[in-house]
């Protein structure tokens, strides 16, 4: 059976604050419908697919450089 998921339930399922599951959502990075205008939903079976698929996967920080 398919299980959606809100936001506030995937933040806690990874243990991430809700602005940094937006910050994914806003960016693509992670699997997401939308739901009319602002509210969007999330497949449990993608998140778990996504997840799994980001093993090993690098952190990159983008750092502005400064200027002296």
Do not use: C, H
Request: zero cysteines; proline letters at 3%; aromatic letters at 10%.
């Amino acid at each position: 059976m398919l299980e959606i998921l809100t936001r506030k339930e995937v933040s806690v399922m990874f243990q991430i604050p809700l602005r940094t599951l937006d910050y994914l959502v806003g960016t693509g990075q992670i699997p997401f419908s939308r739901i009319g205008k602002r509210s969007v939903r999330f497949s449990s079976d993608r998140l778990s697919k996504w997840f799994e698929e980001r093993e090993g996967v690098e952190f990159r920080q983008n750092r502005k450089k400064k200027v002296a």
